[in-house]
């Protein structure tokens, strides 16, 4: 009996994977599953427990996602981002950080699935062995105004995208360290409130 191609091992640890590492692996378990139905052979062995798994992971991680990506958890997101102003060693904002990445310590950008649930998918941008920024991509709507009402000082920064969104910025000191905390953020319409795509924290 023919078997229809080939299917990409996963690690036997899920928690390094970020979440849309987890959707990719799933896409392209379809996509076999896909050929296979096509061509009238079996899919590889293993495939379907593999499927159900990183189903079952994602959909976990999306309830995880929709209960702690609120107003009442936007204390804990903060203390992540002054964290890493505050902190210069890689190792240990990945230890703080992390329940697992993508990459590792040696190179240049690592990806982090995020202990807080708040987020779903930390950037780690390295220079040798500091790191340079880290971006935090929300979980869920986080809505600028919850952004402004913590940090009154917040104001449109000087370097704007069209491409991506409006860019709000705000400094701040924590542990003797400098660094500026980034805020991109977009409305679907006009008039809509606007909401964050993404948080950057560049390491002075």
């Known amino acids: 009996m023919m078997i229809c191609g080939s299917t990409h091992n996963l690690p036997m640890d899920l928690q390094s994977l970020t979440t849309a590492s987890l959707i990719e692996h799933k896409s392209k378990l379809e996509y076999v599953a896909l050929m296979c139905a096509l061509e ?3 899919v590889p062995q293993h495939s379907g427990s593999q499927y159900q798994v990183l189903r079952e992971e994602i959909r976990r991680r999306e309830r995880l996602y929709r209960k702690h990506c ?6 804990a997101a903060v203390a992540d981002w002054m964290l890493v102003v505050a902190e210069r060693d890689a190792s240990r904002l990945l230890t703080a950080l992390a329940l697992g990445y993508e990459g590792g310590e ?3 950008r690592v990806r982090i699935n995020p202990r807080n649930f708040f987020f779903r998918e930390i950037v780690l941008e390295m220079g040798g062995k500091r790191p340079v920024s880290v971006a935090f991509v929300p979980a869920g709507y986080l809505p600028l105004t919850w952004i402004g009402a913590h940090f009154p000082d917040m104001v449109p ?5 069209a491409e991506d969104g409006q860019h709000y910025e705000v400094l701040r000191m924590a542990e003797g360290q400098a660094g500026r905390l980034e805020f991109i953020a ?12 993404r948080v950057v924290v560049h390491c002075w």
């Open 157 to 161: 920064s000087p370097q704007q995208s």
């Open 106 to 108: 040696e190179v240049d």
């Open 186 to 197: 977009r409305s679907d319409a006009d008039g809509a409130d606007a909401y964050v795509t």
């Open 70 to 75: 609120t107003s009442s958890e936007l204390d």
């Open 40 to 42: 009238n052979l079996d």
